[in-house]
């Protein structure tokens, strides 16, 4: 179970990312959780990430989606 500030991060990552794709939210949430982004890196990753800035973080999560054959 995730704490609150790990999901109002969450919630802060997929709405930035849905602003920079020109996505929903919703639809963002399904880019990151099929490709295991959401939990394996946002999510595990939350004491590093959430001392980032937007851009890099859009830009770092953007790149990793790419990696897995995602065009965004």
Same mark, same amino acid.
């Given at each position: 179970?995730?704490?609150?500030?790990?999901?109002?991060?969450?919630?802060?990552? %997929? #709405?930035? *990312? +849905?602003?920079?794709?020109?996505?929903?939210?919703?639809?963002?949430?399904?880019?990151?959780?099929?490709?295991?982004?959401?939990?394996?890196?946002?999510?595990?990753?939350?004491?590093? %990430? #959430?001392? *980032? +800035?937007?851009?890099?973080?859009?830009?770092?999560?953007?790149?990793?989606?790419?990696?897995?054959?995602?065009?965004?």
């Amino acid at each position: 179970m995730l704490e609150k500030k790990e999901l109002t991060f969450v919630v802060f990552i %997929l #709405h930035a *990312l +849905g602003q920079h794709w020109n996505m929903t939210t919703p639809e963002v949430y399904e880019i990151l959780n099929t490709t295991g982004i959401l939990d394996d890196y946002i999510i595990k990753c939350y004491d590093v %990430l #959430h001392t *980032l +800035g937007k851009e890099y973080l859009v830009e770092d999560i953007t790149e990793f989606v790419r990696e897995k054959g995602i065009d965004v």
